[in-house]
């Protein structure tokens, strides 16, 4: 959205470099960029409806669902976005009813009088905006707690790339990879991914017990 409506793709590449380096907190870069948006005048549904357009669906998340839904793995989106327009693209790309049975933990949005907007975060004083780590944290706390698949694919996913049982880590065109240098840095174990249709493959192989998290993440890439 900041590429095509807000400031452009070459300050919204520093900025993330800039996250990245810890120059800037994503919760005040990730602002910044929003505004961009709304300074050009773009009204909120304005935008989802662009991105309901434009946002297409991962290949082989379908299937990935299904799957889930088959072996009753909850799906849950943990997204620095608005929850507004996550909801809206997707119940677009899955439909309403299966939209509905995925929780989003996100960000809202504030609408102004004057129709401007801004972003409202889950956790304004944490330099992430959105602590992502704090949706996670409580399965730990459980007397049986589940094994947690982690999907990222940016710098929004930093705070919670070191919680998860298995991380995977979108592989990016044009080698903008953010999360995977953060985790390489970090020292974080991941497994980079494609798209659903070679993470299921994973998935499935771990849960149906034909190799173990540890496995998987020392192969370090899902096929």
Not at 70 to 75: A, C, R, S
Not at 81 to 106: F, H, N, T
Not at 128 to 133: P, T
Request: net charge negative.
């Amino acid at each position: 959205m900041t590429d095509e409506l807000g400031f452009g793709p070459e300050k919204r590449r520093q900025g993330n470099l800039d996250i990245l380096s810890g120059k800037v907190t994503f919760r005040d870069a990730f602002r910044e960029m929003l505004e961009s948006v709304s300074g050009n005048g773009h009204s909120f549904d304005f935008c989802k409806e662009e991105l309901k357009k434009n946002i297409t669906l991962d290949a082989g998340f379908k299937d990935f669902h299904r799957y889930c839904k088959e072996h009753d793995i909850p799906i849950v989106i943990i997204s620095s976005g608005m929850a507004p327009i996550i909801r809206a693209v997707l119940s677009s790309l899955i439909g309403e009813e299966d939209s509905k049975e995925i929780e989003i933990v996100s960000n809202d949005v504030d609408i102004h009088e004057d129709g401007s907007w801004s972003i409202k975060y889950r956790h304004p004083t944490s330099g992430f905006g959105h602590d992502k780590s704090q949706a996670i944290l409580p399965y730990r706390e459980l007397s049986d707690p589940p094994l947690i698949f982690f999907f990222g694919d940016g710098v929004s996913d930093m705070s919670a790339a070191r919680h998860a049982d298995v991380l995977f880590v979108k592989e990016k065109p044009g080698g903008d990879n953010d999360l995977a240098a953060y985790c390489n840095r970090e020292k974080i174990p991941h497994i980079l991914f494609e798209d659903f249709s070679h993470a299921l493959k994973t998935v499935s192989a771990i849960v149906e017990g034909r190799t173990t998290p540890k496995e998987a993440l020392d192969v370090g890439k899902a096929h």
